[in-house]
């Protein structure tokens, strides 16, 4: 049976909010602005027992495998964002905020859905965009939005930047959503937050108020923080900042090596566990990235593998910095 529907916006009302806010353009962005909130403490983000990192931990256990489930354990006893967009669909979304929901707890969610079709049908992105706004209603959550978007999209990409646009616009109405829009990453593009502070113009950021840094990269903590508060002297508002530590603990691959952005070698590590707040001011740490899947730059597809899980575990550190 459905929960919470009576909480929940339909697509229609979606619509209707987005068009008010599109139709009073710099007025809407100074009351969005203005209506922002800030993220909920970590203590109260939610851990999925349903995860692959957690029917493993049980697996192991079960089959009296105590080292290993020891090692998987400090994945599965993280809050680790859930991946959703065209691939899975805002169904499968919805029955994740539910489960969160009902467990008292704040759902952490990627929308990773322009990017990964590499801006073809921005129709149907829009479209998810409502659907999943409408999965979320006006209940509490966590949206990063688009991992590896606007690094790798190019400023005549209009179509795509207006799409994502559209994205930020419809998920930060929504009244307990907090959004972190995607910035790249301090060890990528050689760190240029000009460039990309113009990306960010473009698909409205001060609307939503919050930066994703280090989505899919291991560069040290640290080194994001200084990113993002360059990125924040070159905008006209005030940044949040979540930077994915799910594998930064040994910081990055060096950059003399080929492709040094593919852990080919198993080199990366879990890095500081998921907090809001940190010793820095308006900075959460996240695991984005799911920790313990495979990437698709060395052992395709994208899944969910022990091995990975293992060798991320093991080589885990708190360290922000070199």
Same mark, same amino acid.
């Given at each position: ?133 409408a999965a979320i209603g006006s209940r ?34 929504? *009244? =307990?959503? &907090? ?8 060890? !990528?593009?050689?760190?240029?937050? $000009? %460039?990309? +502070? ?92 799911? *920790? =313990?899947? &495979? ?8 899944? !969910?593998?022990?091995?990975?899980? $293992? %060798?991320? +575990? ?9």
């Open positions: 049976m459905r929960r919470i529907v009576k909480r929940r916006p339909s697509l229609s009302m979606v619509a209707v909010v987005t068009a008010l806010l599109v139709a009073v353009g710099g007025t809407a962005t100074a009351l969005a602005a203005t209506a922002r909130i800030g993220p909920p403490p970590s203590t109260t983000w939610y851990v999925d027992p349903e995860s692959p990192a957690n029917r493993e931990l049980a697996s192991l256990q079960a089959d009296g495998r105590h080292d290993e489930a020891a090692l998987i354990e400090r994945i599965a006893s993280q809050p680790r964002f859930n991946w959703y967009g065209l691939f899975i669909g805002a169904n499968r979304l919805e029955e994740y905020v539910d489960r969160a929901v009902a467990a008292g707890n704040v759902p952490l969610v990627v929308i990773f859905n322009v990017e990964a079709r590499e801006c073809g049908d921005l129709a149907a992105a829009r479209r998810f965009y409502d659907e999943a706004a509490r959550a966590m949206v990063a939005l688009e991992p590896d978007s606007l690094g790798s999209m190019k400023l005549s990409e209009r179509a795509c930047f207006a799409a994502i646009r559209y994205g930020v616009r419809v998920l930060s109405a929504l *009244p =307990g959503t &907090t959004v972190y829009m995607d910035a790249g990453a301090s060890d !990528w593009g050689g760190g240029n937050p $000009l %460039g990309m +502070a113009r990306k960010l113009r473009r698909v409205d950021i001060c609307r939503a108020g919050g930066v994703l840094l280090n989505a899919t990269h291991a560069d040290w903590t640290v080194r994001n923080v200084r990113y993002g508060r360059a990125l924040e002297r070159l905008l006209a508002c005030r940044l949040r900042i979540l930077v994915n530590t799910a594998e930064n603990g040994q910081g990055p691959n060096p950059r003399t090596r080929a492709r040094s952005w593919c852990d080919s070698e198993q080199h990366y590590g879990l890095g500081p566990d998921p907090a809001s707040p940190t010793p820095y001011p308006r900075v959460a740490y996240g695991w984005v990235n799911r *920790p =313990g899947y &495979t990437q698709q730059c060395y052992d395709p597809p994208v899944r !969910w593998a022990l091995y990975r899980a $293992l %060798g991320l +575990a093991e080589r885990a550190s708190s360290r922000v910095g070199p």
